[in-house]
């Protein structure tokens, strides 16, 4: 077993991201060669909001591996309220091979990573969303070498982007993200982004034009304009990202071959138009498909074996 921890995309080296997307694009051609590789281990699976397909891709990749799952609810274990965060990591050490939390605050799974041995992974925080920016990549490199690929965020420059920038840039691509004024991407991210980048010959850029954004992208991907925690602002976010639909028109000026990517849920009409989700170019269930490989590669990757 390593100490590693898969908190932020930027936990990897370059290296190890790229063996981690190889191995799951092997592991989705073949899942039968490593069914039973984690044999007994416990894994448990903690969410501190809903989830459909972090929470059953990971327990059927799980599954698959020969681990068990233990799922955890939120409201009995009271994470930092009815037990220090300090006291779970260290009494679910005691018991648990590997802790992949889904929570509020990014901050939690530092202090999980802090006192727990066991690798811990980040099933979704605030800032980022690292197990989606696996499967993100793994869906584009069957479309298209990753080298140089375009990909246009167009949307709220939150967890998703975040985490799709660090592995666009650690893998060569060149992103542009888009997003009204105020709702970019934080500087940090940009900023380690770029600097990834520099190694992995990847570029990012901070937009406010959709259309600057998507003229001849190779993808073209957005995500939802309020995430969970964020339902109060529906209504003012609505107001200020209708500029960045995802329309038709817009997904038309994408290169003639780019492909849309969602991490889902979407929401029709706001986000993205029906036309897209469902575009013979829409590559979104394909992508959902893929957290189940990519989360078997990742655990593989962080346990050793
Ligand atoms: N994309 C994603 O993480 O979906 P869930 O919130 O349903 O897990
Ligand atoms: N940005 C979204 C992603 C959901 C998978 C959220 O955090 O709610």
Request: glycine share 6%; with cysteine; proline share 3%.
């Given at each position: ?17 790229r063996d981690v997307l190889d191995r799951a694009a092997a ?279």
């Amino acid at each position: 077993m390593t100490d590693l921890d898969f908190l932020s995309v930027a936990d990897l080296e370059i290296q190890a991201l790229r063996d981690v997307l190889d191995r799951a694009a092997a592991v989705k051609k073949a899942p039968r060669a490593v069914r039973g590789r984690l044999d007994d281990m416990k894994v448990g699976l903690f969410f501190e909001k809903p989830s459909t397909r972090t929470r059953v891709s990971s327990e059927v990749a799980i599954e698959d591996l020969g681990a068990h799952p233990v799922v955890l609810k939120a409201d009995e274990v009271g994470l930092g309220k009815r037990e220090a965060v300090e006291d779970v990591a260290r009494v679910l050490d005691r018991y648990l091979d590997v802790l992949a939390f889904r929570v509020f605050h990014h901050s939690d799974l530092e202090v999980l990573a802090d006192y727990a041995a066991a690798p811990v992974i980040n099933l979704l925080s605030d800032l980022e969303h690292p197990c989606q920016a696996l499967a993100d990549l793994m869906t584009i490199a069957e479309h298209r070498p990753l080298q140089d690929t375009v990909l246009a965020y167009v949307g709220d420059g939150n967890n998703v982007a975040h985490s799709l920038m660090l592995a666009g840039a650690m893998t060569g691509m060149q992103i542009r993200v888009a997003t009204p004024e105020g709702y970019g991407p934080h500087d940090d991210f940009v900023r380690l982004a770029r600097r990834l980048g520099s190694a992995g010959g990847g570029t990012v850029e901070a937009l406010h034009d959709p259309a600057a954004a998507v003229k001849d992208a190779d993808v073209v991907y957005t995500d939802v304009w309020a995430s969970m925690g964020q339902e109060s602002e529906t209504a003012t976010r609505h107001e200020l990202f209708a500029d960045f639909q995802v329309s038709l028109s817009l997904f038309d000026t994408a290169a003639s071959d780019a492909i849309f990517l969602h991490c889902l849920p979407a929401h029709r009409g706001e986000e993205v138009v029906h036309a897209v989700m469902e575009h013979d170019r829409s590559r979104v269930f394909d992508q959902a498909e893929n957290r189940m490989h990519a989360f078997k590669a990742l655990l593989l990757y962080l346990t050793a074996l």
